[in-house]
Structures are given as structure tokens and as C-alpha cells.
């Protein structure tokens, strides 16, 4: 199986990277359209700023390849919120892929949200073998409100969107790669979808 992990310069690559590696697969880093066309599943990772992440995206051009892609991609982070149609981070318009806008957590709790929190309203393959309520690891002042393309929620003040599925398209505003044995076993159904 071919992974391919976007390589745009957001993003904690490595350790998504390794992740896989500990499943037994191996995936390559790579900007390359024919190489991330090619892929069997497309991994779109991002930490940072919405806006220069974008501008990094249009730089390489995968602003108009990653739309268009066909088999399965994974958006983790800021990749699940850049595949929505806008972010008030930096006024930027994403991708388009999930309908849904990206909007700024009030002050009614600590912002960023940091650490362990709990997912559940499961609705997908993505979360075979995971039960309700389970903890994943999270990093953010941006949230998806809930909407029609959310297969989890959380609870941080407010109930938002923590995942979310559109065709051949799901994103996870958690990271997989650090969130333990749940977390590993998200990006092995993953790969196995």
C-alpha cells in the first residue's frame, strides 16, 4: 500500500509518520501531485496558522489537487479545517471539500483547548473498534460548528464538530498519532478503509 503523507511545511509530519510506522506500514513525505495521485491513501496533516498554511498550499499548487482526489484522505488539525470552506484564522478560505466554516472558540473556556478530551456521536468505519467517549488529544482555538458532515463531537464549552466525512474525504480535528492506542488504532482503520 501506497501512503503518502503531505509534505506542504505545516505540520507535525514525523510523528504522524512514525505512527504509521508502528502499524507496520511505511509512508513518504512528498509535495509531488503524480506521487499523491498515485497514493492508496493520503494523509494532510497541518499545525500552525490557516492563512500561511493556505498560502503554502498555493504556492505548490495542491490547493486544486487535493479536491479532486479520489481515494481515501485524512485531514488531521488544521488539514480537517482548511478542507472546510472558511476559517476566521487569518480570513481564509479553504478547500471547499467539507461545507461547514471554521470559527473561533469564545472565551467561556481556556483557549487553545490542550490535552485529553472525549469524542462520541461515533458515525463512520473511521471509529471501527473505538467506543463512545473515548480520549483523544487535542491542540486548538478553531472549531468546526456541528453540522450535517460531523461523525464525532466534543465538549468544550460548547458541543462542536471533531470529525468529519464527506465521500473520500474525513477529517479529525484530534491527532491520531499522539492520542495512544485509540489514536493508532483511527489511523489503522484508516489505512484499512
Known amino acids: 500500500m501506497k501512503i503518502v503523507i503531505i509534505n506542504y511545511g505545516a505540520g507535525n509530519i514525523q510523528s504522524i509518520k512514525f505512527a504509521i510506522q508502528r502499524l507496520g506500514f511505511e509512508a513518504i513525505l512528498s509535495h509531488d501531485e503524480d506521487e499523491i495521485r498515485n497514493a492508496d491513501k493520503v494523509i494532510f496533516p497541518g499545525v500552525g496558522e490557516a492563512s500561511s498554511a493556505m498560502e503554502m498550499l498555493k504556492s505548490t499548487g495542491l490547493d486544486k489537487v487535493i479536491p479532486t482526489l479520489k481515494q481515501p484522505v485524512l485531514g488531521i488539525c488544521l488539514g480537517m479545517q482548511l478542507m472546510c470552506k472558511y476559517c476566521e484564522e487569518g480570513n481564509t478560505q479553504?478547500?471547499?471539500?467539507?461545507?461547514?466554516?471554521?470559527?473561533?472558540?469564545?472565551?467561556?473556556?481556556?483557549?487553545?483547548?490542550?490535552?485529553?478530551?472525549?469524542?462520541?456521536?461515533?458515525?463512520?468505519?473511521?471509529?471501527?473498534?473505538?467506543?463512545?467517549?473515548?480520549?483523544?488529544?487535542?491542540?486548538?482555538?478553531?472549531?468546526?460548528?456541528?453540522?450535517?458532515?460531523?461523525?464525532?463531537?466534543?465538549?468544550?464549552?460548547?458541543?462542536?464538530?471533531?470529525?468529519?466525512?464527506?465521500?473520500?474525504?474525513?477529517?479529525?480535528?484530534?491527532?491520531?498519532?499522539?492520542?495512544?492506542?485509540?489514536?493508532?488504532?483511527?489511523?489503522?482503520?484508516?489505512?484499512?478503509?
Open 94 to 193: 479553504g478547500l471547499n471539500i467539507f461545507d461547514c466554516d471554521v470559527v473561533k472558540f469564545d472565551n467561556r473556556e481556556k483557549v487553545p483547548q490542550i490535552g485529553w478530551n472525549q469524542i462520541e456521536n461515533l458515525k463512520s468505519d473511521l471509529f471501527k473498534g473505538i467506543k463512545e467517549k473515548e480520549y483523544m488529544y487535542l491542540v486548538h482555538s478553531f472549531y468546526v460548528p456541528l453540522n450535517n458532515e460531523a461523525i464525532a463531537t466534543t465538549q468544550y464549552g460548547l458541543k462542536y464538530a471533531s470529525a468529519l466525512q464527506e465521500k473520500n474525504f474525513y477529517g479529525v480535528q484530534f491527532h491520531p498519532e499522539k492520542s495512544s492506542k485509540a489514536g493508532a488504532q483511527i489511523l489503522k482503520n484508516f489505512l484499512e478503509l
